[in-house]
């Protein structure tokens, strides 16, 4: 393998490869780059076993195409040292070692055959294709992830589900406390699926994914997804089972309404939220006529705090309690400028939609579970 590639450019391929690469991997030459140079190309791959991601760049310069590995760690701590250069990669006969010459000098770096490491995983013939916009799909996953559980004991429940219909796709996450549904009405598909996709997967997607408006292509089937856009592909292992009804769980007529500039209510909710009790980080919203107080108090430090704000309230007036850390996630991560809290009583759901004028194409959902009221 010979050939001479800008410093710059394969750091920025290596940095964004090296996602995937777990601290501790099951096998020692996981912790490796794999490098395939053909047809004017080098193809950079790096994988934990479950999720592998292959980063393609073109290389005007190649005296000898070749295959191997190379130290994941050690080559991008070696590429950060240097400014913007054309660097040369040279292999000797038994490809043992890889040298890498510049203007001033070089290094010898170990590397390895490719023979063990392992092949990214085929899909079905069974498998479902579909196209989504990048920009729409890092929304999505924007929108979402941080909604995701940490279990155990329910695995589904660690991932984003795509919800994929003949009208609509709608991205679900949950940890049973708060419920985030993501719908854009222009992803479709001939016929009804879904999938759950990797906390893992899903944020390495969402730090690589573009902002432009290039197209991914998603295949599926029932183990295994690919995602193919721009120079990426990433292979993923699928979570196995059964997502929740999540549609069950979101509550209908809700009769009491509050309408709020978001920012506001974030804001407000945050400095309250200084004075709540560590443990249960409870808020609790007094709702009346075109009124919301929000108070929080710790008993065991003698502190407390309350604020009020103007809004638009119609209903019967209430009290009701929520994990203020959880509220402000959610607050935090809508894009709306005014919000509508929807409420039934003060012991089911709160739904939080958007107040005003919204793309027709995207709905956004959010859910969130009361706690019961402090004395």
């Known amino acids: ?44 791959t790096a994988s934990d076993l479950e999720t592998t991601l292959k980063a393609k760049m073109a290389i005007e310069n190649i005296t000898e195409e070749g295959e191997i590995t190379i130290p994941a760690k050690l080559l991008t701590d070696s590429l950060r040292e240097f400014a913007d250069q054309p660097l040369e990669f040279k292999t000797n006969e038994s490809n043992s070692i890889i040298e890498i010459l510049w203007a001033t000098g070089n290094a010898k770096l170990p590397c390895t055959l490719s023979d063990d490491y392992p092949s990214i995983p085929d899909l079905s013939e069974e498998n479902t294709t579909i196209t989504i916009n990048s920009r729409t799909l890092l929304e999505g996953i924007n929108r979402t992830l941080y909604a995701t559980a940490e279990e155990e004991l329910r695995p589904v429940m660690n991932g984003i589900y795509f919800d ?41 997607l969402k730090n690589i994914l573009g902002k432009g408006d290039e197209e991914v292509i998603v295949k599926f089937d029932k183990r295994n997804a690919y995602f193919e856009f721009e120079s990426f592909v990433l292979v993923c292992r699928l979570v196995e089972g059964n997502y929740p009804a999540y549609r069950s769980v979101i509550p209908k007529n809700n009769t009491n309404k509050l309408v709020i500039n978001r920012t506001d209510f974030l804001n407000s909710a945050r400095r309250v939220a200084v004075c709540s009790n560590q443990a249960s980080s409870q808020v609790r919203l007094k709702l009346s006529y075109n009124t919301l107080e929000l108070f929080a108090q710790d008993l065991d430090f003698s502190i407390s705090a309350n604020e009020k704000l103007i809004c638009q309230f119609e209903g019967d007036n209430m009290e009701i309690a929520f994990k203020s850390t959880f509220l402000i996630e959610i607050l ?42 402090n004395a």
């Open 332 to 373: 935090g991560n809508l894009p709306y400028t005014d919000i509508s809290l929807e409420l039934s009583d003060p012991s089911r759901a709160a739904l939080i939609l958007a107040a005003g004028p919204v793309d027709p194409q995207e709905e956004i959902l959010a859910l969130l579970m009361p706690m019961m009221v």
């Open 1 to 44: 393998m010979k050939f001479v590639v800008s410093s710059t450019e394969l750091l920025a391929r290596l940095q964004s490869v090296s996602r995937v690469i777990s601290s501790k991997n099951s096998l020692p030459i996981l912790d490796n780059f794999l490098f395939v140079l053909k047809d004017g190309f080098l193809n950079i």
């Open 164 to 204: 994929i219909d003949t009208d609509s796709t709608t991205l679900v996450a949950s940890d049973a406390h708060k419920l985030v549904c993501y719908t854009r009405h222009d992803i479709k598909s001939e016929t009804k699926s879904a999938f759950i996709l990797p906390k893992k997967p899903s944020s390495v």
